[in-house]
């Protein structure tokens, strides 16, 4: 599936596993509940970026909609 969906093999999957330290490749959470990492990808190039947790791949899934939503995020916390 891995091969077909993302052009990875299961060996490119782990192998960015070990890469990423057996976590999420923004947040670093190591999946201790047992989820997959998903595979995040351009959804234009296909070009895989990396293995995310789910919060963060939908996460980079709606800012990549709109980028000035992060903006937006980063005011409304008073995190600038």
């Not at 093999?9 to 990423?20: F, N, P, R």
């Given at each position: 599936?891995l091969?077909?969906?993302?052009g ?5 999957y ?9 976590g ?12 997959k ?6 959804h ?7 293995l995310l ?8 899934g ?5 980028i000035h939503?992060l903006?937006?995020m980063l005011?409304?916390a008073n995190?600038?």
């Amino acid at each position: 599936m891995l091969k077909y969906r993302y052009g990875i093999t299961t060996q490119e999957y782990a192998d960015l596993l070990v890469k990423q330290h057996g976590g999420c490749a923004i947040c670093g959470d190591n999946n201790a509940k047992g989820d997959k990492l998903v595979v995040d990808h351009d959804h234009e190039t296909g070009i895989v970026r990396g293995l995310l947790c789910i919060k963060c791949n939908v996460f980079v899934g709606k800012l990549s909609k709109n980028i000035h939503l992060l903006d937006k995020m980063l005011d409304y916390a008073n995190l600038r």
